[in-house]
């Protein structure tokens, strides 16, 4: 009886260039950077604006993984990075903690530097 089993393998292939992400890669884990071609919704009301300075974040998957740390963290409704300052804006129903925030980013694995508005 034959026993070896065959195993499909499913590849995606993204461009950096359609998220603006840097094809550089910090961990070896994403190496091309991220991108989602879905379209998007429209903005629920945005109570609270505010903008971090992070650490060690070099890649798409750097940004990927800061992304979805402070998305889970209740009212944040958009995350924006750039990558290149290490700038994080969040945009959120209500004013953000910055304990919460700095948990988030810690999860993800780099360093909040501070709050840079107020």
Do not use: W
């Not at 499909?8 to 950096?16: E, G, H, L, R, V």
């Not at 800061?66 to 804006?89: F, H, N, P």
């Amino acid at each position: 009886m034959n026993t070896a089993q065959t195993m499909s393998k499913t590849t995606a292939t993204i461009d950096p260039s359609a998220a603006g992400a840097t094809a550089s890669s910090c961990c070896g884990s994403c190496g091309t950077g991220t991108g989602t071609g879905a379209a998007a919704a429209p903005a629920p009301a945005v109570a609270g604006r505010a903008v971090f300075q992070v650490q060690g974040m070099t890649c798409g998957h750097c940004v990927s993984s800061v992304t979805a740390e402070l998305k889970k963290i209740d009212g944040v409704t958009d995350v924006a990075v750039d990558l290149a300052t290490g700038r994080v804006t969040v945009e959120a129903t209500a004013p953000l903690a910055d304990e919460a925030v700095a948990a988030a980013i810690d999860e993800a694995g780099y360093d909040l530097v501070g709050r840079l508005d107020g």
